[in-house]
């Protein structure tokens, strides 16, 4: 029986912001059918660490595992049941390709932006347009710390910016931005 996956996107985006597994989906995508003690030995790390990061990419829908004899290799092949998977494993390959590793961190950066569900909500309600703190306050129900702090956090990934007294979604170049803003804009009903 097939295991369906059901992934957030807000978990993804937290899975997303992890040091180890960006690295990790950075070697995927380069060099796929990478068993899981090559990809341990590349980023010298152990073996349950790589398979365990692995397993949280996979269960995003961003890898896929195969079986071959008495290995499992693992390839840049995004879960047909999952319906965000595909557009963010080809925006972190357009990250990859554009920007060398050391620049992951505004990666990590960037999905972190988006690694709770109230900062997707934060996100729909200001891609309806700018927005100053209070009606952002009266639409989300957030309190103005709870809210501050998110709003800081999506500032801090370059994903909000402030406009005077307003609050706008940035014109954010990076894949990873333009992909998630993307998912938003044509899924506003969704939970995240």
Same mark, same amino acid.
Request: with cysteine; hydrophobic share 40%.
């Given at each position: 029986?097939?295991?369906?996956?059901?992934?957030?996107?807000?978990?993804?985006? =937290?899975?997303?912001?992890?040091?180890?597994?960006?690295?990790?989906? =950075?070697?995927?995508?380069?060099?796929?059918?990478?068993?899981?003690?090559?990809?341990?030995?590349?980023?010298?790390?152990?073996?349950?660490?790589?398979?365990?990061?692995?397993? =949280?990419?996979?269960?995003?829908?961003?890898?896929?595992?195969?079986?071959?004899?008495?290995?499992?290799?693992?390839?840049?092949?995004?879960?047909?049941?999952?319906?965000?998977?595909?557009?963010?494993?080809?925006?972190?390959?357009?990250?990859?390709?554009?920007?060398?590793?050391?620049?992951?961190e505004e990666t990590s950066r960037i999905a972190t932006g988006f690694s709770h569900v109230r900062r997707l909500a934060l996100?729909?309600?200001?891609?309806?347009?700018?927005?100053?703190?209070?009606?952002?306050?009266?639409?989300?129900?957030?309190?103005?710390?709870?809210?501050?702090?998110?709003?800081?956090?999506?500032?801090?990934?370059?994903?909000?910016?402030?406009?005077?007294?307003?609050?706008?979604?940035?014109?954010?170049?990076?894949?990873?931005?333009?992909?998630?803003?993307?998912?938003?804009?044509?899924?506003?009903a969704r939970a995240g």
């Amino acid at each position: 029986m097939a295991r369906l996956l059901h992934p957030t996107l807000w978990r993804t985006c =937290r899975v997303l912001s992890g040091k180890t597994r960006l690295e990790l989906l =950075r070697l995927v995508i380069d060099r796929p059918d990478q068993t899981v003690s090559g990809l341990a030995h590349s980023l010298k790390i152990s073996l349950p660490r790589a398979s365990q990061e692995l397993r =949280r990419l996979q269960s995003r829908g961003l890898i896929q595992a195969v079986a071959t004899g008495l290995h499992v290799r693992y390839r840049p092949v995004p879960d047909p049941l999952v319906a965000t998977a595909a557009p963010l494993l080809q925006a972190m390959r357009a990250a990859f390709q554009r920007q060398p590793p050391p620049a992951d961190e505004e990666t990590s950066r960037i999905a972190t932006g988006f690694s709770h569900v109230r900062r997707l909500a934060l996100a729909r309600l200001l891609l309806i347009g700018p927005m100053n703190t209070q009606t952002l306050e009266e639409l989300s129900g957030l309190s103005r710390n709870v809210l501050n702090r998110h709003l800081r956090r999506m500032r801090d990934a370059g994903v909000v910016r402030r406009l005077g007294q307003m609050n706008a979604i940035a014109d954010h170049p990076h894949p990873l931005a333009q992909c998630l803003l993307g998912i938003l804009k044509d899924s506003p009903a969704r939970a995240g």
